[in-house]
């Protein structure tokens, strides 16, 4: 399948670009003022997945090839963005080309760091961003409403269906509210998916935190209860994360990181968790090719069938199904190789029916 993308966005000084360098192991450019990342930077980082190295063992190969998310570091959105102050038309424009969006705020106070508004509010920081999204949202709506409305009038069913949700989802975002958030059918989803909201996107919230200075869910901050009554309300998926941490630690051995945090009382780097989270909140999952030569992670939404499953590798694939030999890694795992598995009564011959689990361990027949 193509490639998954997803946009590290929020204001100037939150630790956007830093956290995209702990992420990627990439040299950003990293300033202390609005507008450092004037260009968006894009990383390809690999989703931890600890069965790889079990599955490679028990093949004896040393090549293994995880599953991959694409970030793309976006400059720091200001308010005003959607009537193009700042950069605002070049970002949304990032942004929107994105699957999925990670929303940075900050939720430490530290006095060198300015921070655009003066004062530290994650939610505020979130109301702010996601108005700008809304409003550009508003006017991509607004525009194709006055277009579809004519088709609609035809008696066309598809234009009555996209007419009709988008009725109801302008005054929705008028309200400030994510189109996300909006209640709609499987064909009206359709509909307003074809037209790319930002809103629409999946969103993840990236809590920033930083060692030694006051984080506002240690100190159980007023602001950062109204900033979990706000995560809760809407349904929305976080993560905590130490930026300046991982930035600082990334090109130590991980045995070497493990021992700093602890020697800091870090249990979690976060940014694992961030890349984990990031999949997951795609809908996506991982199954398995193992063999002499390579072991790798294949990425297919949750829900896909063999065919789907095996376009990840080629679309030639999914044409040419014809069955595939499954086991999960679990069996896997405790028959010691396919062989034994295949002894034991493992491993299944299934069709194109079948429902592809995360973690099989697969090898399609074309």
């Given at each position: 399948m193509s490639?998954?993308?997803v946009g590290i966005v929020g204001?100037?000084?939150?630790?956007?670009?830093?956290?995209?360098?702990?992420l990627t192991k990439n040299e950003v450019l990293i300033a202390n003022y609005p507008f450092a990342t004037i260009d968006p930077t894009v990383g390809v980082v690999a989703v931890p997945d600890s069965r790889l190295a079990t599955l490679a063992a028990i093949s004896g190969t040393d090549k293994i090839l995880?599953?991959?998310?694409?970030?793309?570091?976006?400059?720091?959105l200001v308010k005003g963005a959607s009537t193009g102050e700042g950069l605002g038309n070049k970002f949304l424009a990032n942004i929107r080309e994105t699957d999925m969006i990670a929303e940075v705020v900050r939720i430490f106070e530290d006095g060198d760091i300015h921070h655009v508004s003066g004062h530290i509010d994650p939610l505020d920081d979130i109301e702010v961003i996601n108005l700008e999204l809304i409003l550009a949202d508003a006017e991509t709506v607004e525009k194709r409403l006055s277009n579809v409305e004519r088709d609609s009038k035809k008696g066309e069913k598809d234009a009555l269906v996209e007419f009709g949700v988008l009725?109801?989802?302008?005054?929705?975002l008028e309200a400030g509210q994510l189109a996300n958030q909006l209640e709609m059918?499987?064909?009206?989803?359709?509909?307003?998916?074809?037209?790319?909201l930002l809103s629409m996107k999946p969103f993840l919230y990236i809590c920033n935190k930083k060692t030694d200075a006051f984080n506002l869910d240690e100190q159980n901050d007023d602001r950062w209860v109204a900033l979990l009554d706000y995560f809760e309300s809407t349904g929305s998926d976080y993560v905590l994360v130490d930026a300046g941490m991982e930035h600082d630690l990334r090109d130590l051995s991980e045995d070497e990181k493990n021992d700093f945090r602890r020697e800091y009382g870090a249990q979690d780097s976060g940014v694992g968790s961030l890349i984990r989270a990031c999949y997951d909140r795609l809908g996506l999952m991982s199954y398995f090719t193992t063999g002499e030569k390579e072991t790798r992670a294949w990425t297919t939404p949750i829900g896909s069938t063999g065919p789907k499953a095996a376009a990840a590798i080629h679309t030639d694939f999914e044409k040419k199904y014809i069955r595939s030999q499954v086991i999960t890694f679990e069996?896997?795992?405790?028959?010691?190789?396919?062989?034994?598995a295949k002894e034991q009564g493992k491993m299944r011959t299934e069709g194109k029916d079948y429902i592809v689990k995360d973690g099989d361990v697969i090898e399609f027949l074309i």
């Open positions: 490639k998954l993308s204001l100037p000084n939150v630790g956007k670009s830093t956290l995209f360098t702990a995880p599953a991959v998310v694409e970030f793309v570091d976006i400059a720091g009725k109801r989802l302008l005054p929705h059918d499987e064909f009206e989803t359709k509909a307003v998916q074809a037209l790319h069996d896997l795992v405790n028959a010691g190789s396919k062989v034994a």
